[in-house]
Every structure is written in structure tokens, then in C-alpha cells.
């Protein structure tokens, strides 16, 4: 419907709010995907338990 109304609107500022709302859902949807997954799969593919994250001095 933004796209609709970015092409056809019939003002300006029709445009300029379709624009708008287009650049939110765009945000909203590449913070959504970029989030970590907090959850690790495990062997039976539960993400009930965090994973849990290695600690400084495990990597040395």
C-alpha cells in the first residue's frame, strides 16, 4: 500500500508520509533479523536454556 501511494499519491506530502512508513517497516524488519539468537538449538532442537557464552579466559 505504501509503495501504491509513493507512486500515485496524490500530493506531496502523501509521498513523503508513504516514504515514511516504508523506511520503518524496512528498519523494523533488518533489526528483527539482525537480533541475536539468544538460544541455543541443542540436540533436540529446544530453545528453552540461553546459550551459554565462553568466558575470556576459556579462549587462551
Same mark, same amino acid.
Given at each position: 500500500?505504501?509503495?501504491?501511494?509513493?507512486?500515485?499519491?496524490?500530493?506531496?506530502?502523501?509521498?513523503?508520509?508513504?516514504?515514511?512508513?516504508?523506511?520503518?517497516?524496512?528498519?523494523?524488519?533488518?533489526? $528483527? @533479523?539482525? +537480533? *541475536?539468537?539468544?538460544?541455543?538449538?541443542? !540436540?533436540?532442537?529446544?530453545? $528453552? @536454556?540461553? +546459550? *551459554?557464552?565462553?568466558?575470556?579466559?576459556? !579462549?587462551?
Amino acid at each position: 500500500m505504501a509503495l501504491v501511494r509513493i507512486a500515485r499519491g496524490p500530493s506531496t506530502l502523501d509521498r513523503i508520509v508513504a516514504n515514511d512508513v516504508l523506511l520503518a517497516i524496512t528498519v523494523g524488519a533488518i533489526a $528483527t @533479523e539482525a +537480533r *541475536p539468537d539468544r538460544f541455543d538449538r541443542g !540436540s533436540a532442537g529446544s530453545p $528453552t @536454556e540461553p +546459550r *551459554p557464552y565462553p568466558s575470556p579466559e576459556a !579462549s587462551s
